[in-house]
């Protein structure tokens, strides 16, 4: 399936969006990471440059990179390579665009998935306990 540069775009943004507030979000950023990854290899995005990022891991303060697609703006974590030839553009601004469009959440995976041959998400199985307590058994 072809998909245009605006439409995966969305669909990104959408999967960004609820990645924030979804209980397992591995998921969501790995679909994510490969998207961007991918419009970029295909120049249908751009490396912006790096910004702090908001939300420092231990206590340590660590850049992203800015990628431009289309009207969107997304970070990802930056690389060493990345650390070097990228311009920094210092603390991230809060941009609110107003993006006005719909689509859920299972159709934006639908078309990551597609886009980047990525598999289905496979549901973790919970662990099962053997008890030592013949109570219990």
Do not use: W
């Given at each position: ?8 775009a969305r669909a990104v943004f959408i999967i960004n969006r609820h990645s924030k507030t979804a209980l397992d979000t591995r998921f969501l950023y790995q679909l994510k990471k490969a ?103």
């Amino acid at each position: 399936m072809e998909f245009e540069t605006e439409t995966i775009a969305r669909a990104v943004f959408i999967i960004n969006r609820h990645s924030k507030t979804a209980l397992d979000t591995r998921f969501l950023y790995q679909l994510k990471k490969a998207a961007l990854l991918k419009l970029l290899a295909e120049k249908r995005a751009q490396k912006v440059g790096l910004q702090f990022s908001k939300n420092p891991k231990h206590c340590y303060q660590h850049s992203t990179v800015l990628i431009a697609c289309q009207d969107f703006l997304f970070h990802l974590p930056a690389d060493k390579q990345d650390l070097l030839s990228l311009k920094h553009l210092g603390a991230q601004q809060s941009i609110h665009k107003k993006h006005d469009f719909h689509m859920s959440l299972s159709r934006a995976k639908f078309i990551i998935q597609n886009y980047t041959d990525t598999q289905t998400q496979t549901p973790r199985k919970k662990p099962t306990y053997q008890s030592t307590c013949p109570y219990f058994n």
